[in-house]
């Protein structure tokens, strides 16, 4: 393994496991809150609020008895409530017994508490966990914006080729002959892009202060980089966020769909780029990767990829979207990481793609440093993505995490009784076996895998 591709730009190793370690923290203290917040409503005692392991750095007891603290290890947390003995919630046999002697005192353990709070009490972590990815895709649908209908330009990007024909505030009416479709339509939007025509030069139909018009303009889809992916080719090599590709292995290109098709069609050999960046020319050489992608009609494609994102040749004017629309925007953008986790794990499991695709905390950390070198916008979506998946993880049937709980607990409501303790001391084991093998098992991937 390339130890120095563990140092992204955001500023070297030490940066990285700042990235790495906030982006934790936040999701780890959204979660645990969860789980002490509806277990105070639910009238549970919580005797130590922890983020992190191992050594107390830093702690406080607060008016209801609870102790909150910062330890050594931030890499967790866990709220341990009344009757607990330890951070995975395993009975303390001893405090249980004098607990009994008093029914209040009783009621405030999780342990002797009603079925319905404990159960509510385990769930608020990934629910909160979700709310939190929600909140945040929200707020970033808000103030960034949606593509106003017609599409309309917004801002002219600086190409190497200027712009022959549209300016700010042109509504797009249709292209090379063909009526543009609305942009709330995606099917008839992404079936329109794909046919036009792969001319350097397109005529545009405009609406231009109440007029229609034609006016030639550059391809609707230069070979622009918009995005560029975490631990991808193109971020290895130093591609930046406005760099147009202007050709690939010296042959000229001025589309998206043609530089994809050289990637694609290369089978994984070293591409020769030569990137416009600010009115320069410079020669990149890169390496694309092999990745395993999400299909929309389900299942995945093995690709060859570089790791950028195209966008249109020109900024895209916006309008702000109601709160209800930017919420459901939210709810749907975390239901499809949830969607396409489940997807991968299940393919994964089951051979159809590599288990490379799962990352442990090495690849996790380089993540959160390459997004935080990209600003704040990219780091914090980051965070809504790996909240999502950490919620999604804790509600794996899995003891020793909430799921594991949580199937404890309907196993409680069918029969009338929770399991044995001795029973549940042994799954417990169980489980957290299971959870450290996969965490070993992750870092071997970080470790070996290309």
Not at 437 to 444: D, I, R
Request: aromatic share 8%; net charge negative.
């Amino acid at each position: 393994m390339d130890i120095l591709a563990l140092i992204p730009q955001f500023g070297g190793l030490i940066w990285t496991i700042a990235a790495f370690v906030l982006a934790l923290s936040v999701i780890v203290a959204i979660h645990e809150y969860g789980h002490y917040i509806v277990g105070r409503w639910s009238g549970i005692q919580a005797d130590v609020f922890s983020l992190g392991f191992g050594p107390v750095l830093w702690s406080r007891m607060d008016k209801r008895g609870t102790r909150w603290q910062v330890a050594a290890l931030p890499f967790g947390g866990y709220v341990k409530f009344a009757g607990d003995a330890n951070a995975a919630s395993g009975k303390d046999d001893e405090a249980m017994a004098e607990a009994e002697a008093d029914p209040a005192r009783l009621r405030a353990t999780m342990h002797g508490a009603p079925l319905w709070a404990r159960t509510a009490t385990v769930a608020a972590g990934p629910i909160f966990n979700f709310v939190l990815s929600i909140i945040v895709f929200a707020i970033m649908l808000m103030s960034s914006g949606v593509s106003r209908d017609p599409l309309t330009v917004g801002e002219l990007r600086p190409l190497p080729v200027a712009d022959r024909g549209l300016q700010v505030g042109d509504e797009l009416l249709g292209i090379a002959g063909g009526e543009m479709p609305s942009t709330e339509d995606a099917v008839a939007y992404s079936a329109f892009i794909d046919a036009l025509p792969q001319e350097p030069v397109l005529d545009y139909t405009v609406r231009r202060e109440g007029d229609e018009r034609v006016v030639p303009g550059v391809y609707l889809l230069p070979p622009l980089v918009s995005a560029v992916s975490p631990q991808s080719a193109a971020m290895g090599a130093g591609l930046e966020v406005g760099d147009v590709i202007v050709a690939v292995d010296g042959a000229p290109i001025f589309a998206f769909d043609q530089l994809k098709a050289a990637v694609e069609g290369g089978n994984g050999a070293s591409l020769a780029l030569t990137v416009w960046r600010g009115g320069d020319e410079l020669d990149v050489t890169l390496t694309p990767k092999r990745v395993d992608e999400p299909q929309p009609e389900g299942g995945f494609a093995t690709q060859w990829r570089i790791g950028i994102a195209g966008g249109l040749a020109f900024e895209p004017a916006t309008e702000t979207p109601g709160f209800g629309e930017a919420v459901m925007g939210g709810v749907r953008q975390t239901g499809r990481i949830i969607e396409g986790s489940l997807s991968g794990l299940g393919h994964m499991i089951t051979g159809a793609i590599s288990t490379c695709n799962l990352s442990g905390p090495i690849g996790i950390a380089q993540t959160s440093g390459a997004m935080a070198s990209q600003g704040a916008q990219s780091f914090i979506w980051f965070i809504a993505v790996l909240s999502t998946a950490v919620g999604l993880l804790n509600l794996f049937p899995v003891p020793a995490l909430d799921g594991g709980h949580l199937v404890f607990y309907a196993y409680e409501a069918v029969s009338g009784k929770p399991p044995s303790d001795k029973a549940l001391r042994v799954l417990m084991t169980i489980g957290l076996a299971m959870v450290l093998t996969l965490m070993v098992f992750a870092l071997g991937n970080d470790l070996f895998c290309p």
